[in-house]
């Protein structure tokens, strides 16, 4: 059975990093590739980056400057890492299986 | 980066009417492999989106087939044949074709 379960500190404040992780089972990160997706409250989906099954990464262009995904196959897990955090950074960010499966999103309030 | 254009935003349906949702992209989608990697996805309130439709026109494993998908090249829709109160909630298409992936904006679907 696939899972994905992201984790991560519920607030952060502005222009510190945001740190989140997604813990897959039920397949390996070395066939498939996750994506990071993030909502603001109310608001539609924005596609952030992926890792690819093969190491190779690609992401938004409007976060490039900010955002580095990474991942460790030995621990099922990929890696967000997200600098200079804004107010409109908060959301609710999820981890998928190239949009077939997802997880139950983790909420990140950036406050101060 | 490719933009795609949702419409309607907002659909108001009685129970057992039959639906669409347009998605036009700002380029063609079809990739030079052959395939078209636009997909369909479905957010109830509260919960995390959940997959439909993959590659245009592929049903996910699981789901109902009164959801059916269609179009090539720039113009794609999503047809709900009867809906019914379980498919009340926000519909996004997503492309993959170009690097980096994009959401459209999303219809929500509401009850008439």
């Known amino acids: 059975q696939v899972q994905l379960t992201e984790s991560g500190p519920g607030l952060v404040h502005p222009s510190e990093t945001l740190s989140l992780t997604c813990t897959v089972s039920?397949?390996?990160?070395?066939?498939?590739?996750v994506y990071w997706v993030r909502q603001p409250s109310g608001k539609g989906l924005e596609w952030m980056g992926r890792?690819?099954?093969?190491?190779?990464?690609s992401y938004n262009s409007a976060l490039k400057s900010r955002l580095s995904i990474s991942r460790d196959t030995s621990k099922n897990q990929v890696f967000l890492k997200m600098n200079s955090l804004q107010t409109d950074d908060t959301g609710t960010y999820y981890c998928t299986r190239a949009t077939r499966d997802w997880g139950q999103g983790v909420m990140v309030t950036v406050s101060s | 980066d490719v933009v795609l254009t949702q419409t309607p935003p907002t659909l108001s349906a009685t129970i057992g009417q039959s639906v669409s949702i347009s998605c036009r992209s700002s380029q063609s989608l079809l990739h030079s492999n052959g395939n078209t990697y636009l997909h369909w996805l479905l957010q109830r309130p509260g919960q995390s989106p959940q997959l439909l439709i993959y590659?245009?026109?592929r049903l996910e494993s699981g789901v109902p087939n009164r959801f059916s998908g269609s179009g090539s090249g720039t113009d794609f829709t999503l047809k709900i044949s009867g809906v019914e109160a379980e498919d009340l909630g926000v519909y996004y298409c997503?492309?993959?074709?170009?690097?980096?992936?994009?959401f459209g904006a999303g219809t929500k679907l509401e009850l008439k």
């Open positions: 039920g397949f390996s990160l070395t066939g498939y590739s």
């Open positions: 590659l245009v026109s």
């Open positions: 890792m690819r099954y093969n190491g190779d990464t």
């Open positions: 997503v492309q993959g074709t170009h690097a980096p992936d994009t």
